[in-house]
Each structure stands twice: as structure tokens, then as C-alpha cells.
């Protein structure tokens, strides 16, 4: 059975970084394309980048384009989110997802 | 691609039938043929999970009573006989024209 396990959210300042982790199993990860969503609190479902199954394209959201990168290492069955330049409006659950299976999510809260 | 979907809000008494609809603001249809349509459900407290994809087919563990039709820039999600496990926000999700993948606003619904 597919799963996916978020790690890496917390509490940050404004202007601090967070590396979001996705931890794959169950399934063939290199296969698929992986995708993080995000879900500020008490609002709907934001879609954040994607990225190829082999790593050679990323995709984002305009709005975080610059400030976000997304990585995977396919040996690791693992997938990356590195958020710099945090602002209040990026406090959000973090979803992991291919999305006939979806994480967990880890919480990400940007305050001073 | 926009997504609007109706009502925002539902109650449904237990054994009775929901419908929740989700407009686009473009035909869905891609060039390969298909319509990249997709349902998920979010319980209270849980992660989403896909229930319907590419219109009309049910995930993997979906109960039959979820079902999906529609074409072009119009679609439904139906409930033939709501459970109280049913209850949560439902959102319409399209991979046909992405980037971005863009999420209807949610429709809760509420077992009474």
C-alpha cells in the first residue's frame, strides 16, 4: 500500500527557511510525478509545484516562484521542499502528494 | 482554469441523496482525449483523498454510492445514500491544464 510521511514543519520567524521532507513507500516512486499542496487554516486546497519523476523539470506556483524549490532523490524515495524568504501567508499544512495517495501533511506556521 | 463549485454548503439527511456540483471556465477535454476531472474528500481533522478520477472512476476502496459523471466544463459528484462517515469538504481538482493543477473552493457537507 502507498504512503506518505511529512516531516520537517514548525514553527519559523518571518524571512526564515524549512525543509519539508516526503518520505516514499509502498509503491514505485521514480514512477511517478510528486506534488506538495498546501491548506492555510480553515481555507481550501492550494496546489504548490510539481515535480517529473526523473527531477529534470519543477513547476510552481508564480506567487513562489524564486522563494520555494522542490527536489527529489529517487535512491531515497524521497521528495524535498526548501522554503525560503517565509511569510505569514505561507502558514499552511504541507501535503505530500501524487494524489491517488496523499501524506499526512506537516504544519508549517510562519510568526515572529 | 477556474473550478466553482455548488453549494458551498450541503445538509443532507442520513440515507438520502447529495449531489455537489463543479464548473470550469474552459473544456476540461485534453488533447490525448481525456478529461482530467478529478473528486476528493476531506474528513474532518484527516488529509484529502481522491475519490473519483478522470470524471468517473472510483479510487481503489471508494464505495459504489460515490459516483461521478459529466463532460466538458460540467461535472457532479453524487452520494446515492449519504453515511455519517460521509461528512467533510469535498473538492473538484483539475490535472488537464497544469501547470497549475487548480481545486474547487470545497463544498461541506453536513449529515444530519
Known amino acids: 500500500e502507498a504512503q506518505l510521511v511529512e516531516s520537517g514543519g514548525g514553527l519559523v520567524q518571518p524571512g526564515g527557511s524549512l525543509r519539508l521532507s516526503c518520505a516514499a513507500s509502498?509503491?514505485?516512486?521514480?514512477?511517478?510525478?510528486m506534488t506538495w499542496v498546501r491548506q492555510a487554516p480553515g481555507k481550501g486546497l492550494e496546489w504548490v509545484a510539481t515535480?517529473?519523476?526523473?527531477?529534470?523539470?519543477?513547476y510552481f506556483l508564480d506567487s513562489l516562484r524564486g522563494r520555494f524549490t522542490i527536489s527529489r532523490d529517487n535512491a531515497k524515495n524521497s521528495l524535498y521542499l526548501q522554503m525560503n524568504g517565509l511569510r505569514a501567508e505561507d502558514t499552511a499544512i504541507y501535503y505530500c502528494?501524487?494524489?491517488?495517495?496523499w501524506g499526512q501533511g506537516t504544519l508549517v506556521t510562519v510568526a515572529s | 482554469v477556474v473550478l466553482t463549485q455548488s453549494p458551498l454548503s450541503l445538509s443532507v439527511t442520513l440515507g438520502q441523496p447529495a449531489s455537489i456540483s463543479c464548473s470550469s471556465s474552459?473544456?476540461?477535454?485534453?488533447?490525448?482525449?481525456?478529461?482530467?476531472l478529478d473528486w476528493l474528500q476531506q474528513r474532518p481533522g484527516q488529509s484529502p483523498r481522491r475519490l473519483i478520477y478522470k470524471i468517473s472512476n472510483r479510487d481503489s476502496g471508494v464505495p459504489d454510492r460515490f459516483s461521478g459523471s459529466g463532460s466538458g466544463t460540467d461535472f457532479t459528484l453524487r452520494i446515492n445514500r449519504v453515511e455519517a462517515e460521509d461528512a467533510g469538504v469535498y473538492y473538484c481538482m483539475q490535472g488537464t491544464y497544469w501547470p497549475p493543477y487548480t481545486f474547487g473552493q470545497g463544498t461541506k457537507l453536513e449529515i444530519k
Open positions: 502528494t501524487m494524489f491517488d495517495c
Open positions: 474552459q473544456s476540461l477535454v485534453s488533447s490525448d482525449g481525456n478529461t482530467y
Open positions: 515535480i517529473k519523476q526523473d527531477g529534470s523539470e519543477e
Open positions: 509502498g509503491f514505485i516512486f521514480s514512477d511517478y510525478l
